[in-house]
């Protein structure tokens, strides 16, 4: 028996606001179908997130209508960016299931996204009840504490020892790939969707044999470089070898870069920026693709600023407005602005 696993599509997202970017998740979405199509798998799991909006436009939708070649052998869970995905695939002819049953008594039990881990965890509980884990394929999309170390408040979120007792774990949410004791599985996003997602994009598939023995595999998908660096020659490289443009945020000195260096990169580059640390502090916040609860997101934007050495209001500006990025926008273009004119002042 074959699985074939994909998650955190987020079909419409447009990371940098750059179209092309936007294009490269439908291009890897579809690059997807057809390798899993060749793979022939017995199931596709979609572990949530397959739209990035709460309402998908056409284009999400014809793109997401690709899957109904594979309509009689889906399994989904929805996640944090699509409560009303069942009725898309109610269109396919694809009615949602918390469990089904597979060959030789094994089971796939599926779990949605809920704000509030302690939901999930009762749900699990309720999985048990019915199914003997150590039978049982358990899919979530969820914060899992061991991929992501930020998260320090051990009883607000997923732990491995959660779900230790289960045969298979699959978890997305979080869009880097993991593989944990060869157990618990983050599959992790197919296209790269900001600064953090450095490793190779993966497809990911579960070959299972006639004994229910699990043997996790995966087909890399070519994506996009996103890289940061304040090394030149490194940028150099990437140009040469790269057959799409890389978006490249540089962090070296601006004064560093010759004038023709720097044609060579906004040229060569689908995004080129020089970037100061004070911006680079408030594109990684502003632009994270982690979701995170309200319970620990004080904790780590304290966390997180504190690394730096950043004036105190800075971090009165993000701690007072952290539930409206709105607001924190303008607050932030003020404090830039204020930092830029005491700069100067003190170079005159």
Request: charged residues 30%; hydrophobic residues 40%; contains cysteine.
């Amino acid at each position: 028996m074959k699985i074939a696993i994909i998650s955190d599509i987020h079909l419409e997202a447009k990371p940098y606001n750059l179209i092309e970017k936007q294009q490269d998740i439908y291009n890897t979405f579809i690059e997807a179908i057809r390798i899993i199509k060749k793979e022939n798998p017995d199931l596709v799991i979609i572990a949530g997130d397959l739209f990035d909006n709460k309402k998908p436009s056409f284009l999400s939708y014809y793109y997401a209508n690709f899957l109904s070649i594979f309509s009689d052998k889906i399994f989904f869970i929805e996640g944090n960016h699509e409560p009303k995905v069942s009725e898309f695939f109610k269109t396919l002819g694809i009615e949602k299931k918390e469990i089904i049953s597979l060959k030789n008594n094994l089971y796939i039990a599926g779990i949605d996204y809920y704000h509030n881990h302690n939901v999930i965890r009762e749900k699990i509980k309720e999985i048990r009840s019915k199914l003997n884990p150590k039978e049982t394929i358990l899919v979530l999309h969820a914060n899992l504490l061991e991929a992501m170390p930020f998260l320090k408040e051990e009883d607000k979120y997923i732990s491995i020892k959660d779900i230790k007792d289960f045969k298979f774990c699959i978890i997305a949410h979080f869009h880097n790939s993991n593989l944990i004791e060869n157990k618990f599985l983050i599959p992790g996003s197919l296209e790269r969707l900001d600064i953090t997602n450095q490793d190779e994009r993966k497809l990911w598939f579960l070959d299972i044999n006639e004994f229910n023995e699990i043997k996790p595999y995966y087909h890399i998908i070519p994506t996009r470089k996103i890289i940061q660096t304040d090394n030149k020659e490194e940028i150099i490289k990437i140009l040469r070898i790269e057959k799409l443009k890389p978006i490249v945020f540089y962090t070296g000195k601006p004064e560093d870069i010759k004038p023709s260096e720097l044609i060579l990169f906004e040229r060569k580059c689908l995004l080129f920026k020089i970037k100061r640390k004070v911006e680079e502090t408030i594109d990684d916040l502003l632009n994270t693709e982690i979701q995170i609860t309200r319970e620990n997101l004080e904790d780590m934007i304290l966390n997180f600023l504190n690394q730096f050495e950043i004036d105190e209001k800075l971090k009165e500006i993000f701690m007072k407005n952290f539930g409206n990025i709105d607001i924190a926008e303008k607050e932030l273009e003020g404090w830039i602005n204020d930092f830029e004119t005491d700069r100067n002042q003190q170079i005159i």
